[in-house]
């Protein structure tokens, strides 16, 4: 069983910068492909970004490509966001979220993540 919390979210205005993590508890952290998250109110969530268990591997959605990066400290069992750029179309709760792929060398929004946490509210203003 894994325990995630995410944090770093807060309000900025555009053109900022937030640095969102996601702290993973439990075991072979290495071993969970991780994805960030994000919802507004009256949208769909819709997935941001994912990197493999490796760290190899990322993906983002064509909105944030080139403004957002993600990346993992397996030693710290953390995935970072690091959100540069931001638009007031970035505002939305952020979840990070987890699934088991010790070999996988993709990942995607459509994979079943299989733990999520409580998520971070992200503001951007403009």
């Known amino acids: 069983q894994l325990q995630i919390v995410e944090s770093g979210g807060g309000l900025v205005q555009a053109g900022g910068s937030l640095r969102l993590s996601c702290r993973v508890s439990g075991l072979a952290f290495a071993e969970y492909a991780i994805g960030w998250f994000r919802q507004a109110p009256g949208k769909e969530r819709e997935g941001v970004s994912c990197?493999?268990?490796?760290?190899?591997?990322?993906n983002y959605a064509d909105s944030v490509k080139g403004r957002f990066t993600i990346s993992r400290d397996n030693a710290k069992n953390t995935v970072y966001l690091q959100m540069n750029s931001l638009k007031p179309e970035d505002t939305a709760n952020y979840y990070c979220a987890a699934y088991h792929s010790p070999a996988g060398y993709y990942c995607s929004g459509y994979y079943e993540y299989e733990y999520w946490g409580q998520g971070t509210q992200v503001t951007v203003s403009s």
């Open positions: 990197i493999t268990s490796s760290g190899s591997t990322t």
